[in-house]
């Protein structure tokens, strides 16, 4: 594999689980007319499923573009980061996450095509964290009800505890939460410090603070263990922003 690759744009990598808010902060950065987004609605780069069709296809897109910053965001990828980190060597890697019980209520929410890509991407996911991680090794998601809010916050388990496992290796790596970027603008600010952009109009205001309805569930003990002592360890990283 090639180590880096090289263009005149830099880059800027968006991951974290999927209705973590990550489309939205693509979104975001792609009101600057210095940045041109890619997201998973870009047919050229992006298939059904969300996965970029190949890195060359990317490539051949990050070159022919005339702004000095291009954001990407290969949501069906997390379990590729560091591959992802290797090859481009962005200017900033950002993992965005979100509440789980938030994200859960919005998976159930999210229609049957986010769940089924959901379904075919956890088992695989799964297994790559339990190689490593003992606290996975005796936990099946056919254990839980498919598509059940069990079955979700295993998802948000695996897909950040994947994260965690891979971090270590990332420079420019920025943690944000979800709710600090929809209260603060002063992390949206600092994001964009980082790149040396200014704050264009459209940015500012871009979130939209809404009343929330969303469902307390009960969930397995074991799963809560988990989820808890994952978002100790998320916060921890994104309080040095």
């Keep these: 594999m090639e180590r880096y ?25 792609g009101k600057s007319p210095f ?8 047919i050229p780069v992006f298939d059904q499923l969300c ?3 190949s890195h060359n296809i990317l490539k051949k897109e990050i070159n022919n573009v005339f ?3 291009v954001v990407v965001k290969p949501i069906m990828h997390n379990h590729e980061i560091n591959d992802f980190y290797f090859r481009y060597n962005p200017k ?4 965005l996450y979100r509440n789980y019980n938030d994200t859960v209520n919005s ?6 095509h986010l769940q089924n890509c959901i379904k075919l991407q956890l088992p695989i996911h799964l297994k790559i964290l339990s190689r490593t991680n003992e606290d996975f090794k005796n936990i099946s998601f056919k254990d839980f009800d498919e598509f059940s809010p069990n079955y979700f916050l295993l ?13 270590k290796k990332i420079k420019n790596l920025y943690v944000v939460c979800y709710d600090d970027l929809v209260k603060n603008e002063k992390v949206i600010n600092t994001l964009f410090q980082q790149i040396y952009l200014p704050m ?13 309805d969303k469902i307390s569930y009960k969930y397995n003990k074991k799963l809560i263990e988990l989820a808890d002592i994952v978002t100790t360890k998320l916060i921890l990283m994104s309080e040095k922003i």
């Design 107 to 112: 998976i159930i929410n999210g229609g049957p």
């Design 67 to 69: 702004t000095p910053y």
């Design 5 to 29: 690759f090289e263009s005149d744009t830099n880059i800027i990598f968006i991951f974290g689980c999927q209705r973590s808010g990550t489309t939205a902060l693509c979104q975001l950065f």
């Design 92 to 95: 900033i890697f950002i993992w």
């Design 155 to 167: 998802y948000w388990l695996i897909e950040n505890g994947i994260f965690l496992m891979n971090y």
């Design 51 to 53: 996965y970029i069709k």
């Design 200 to 212: 264009t109009k459209g940015i500012l205001g871009f979130y939209k603070k809404s009343k929330s």
């Design 35 to 42: 940045i041109t987004e890619y997201n998973e609605y870009y």
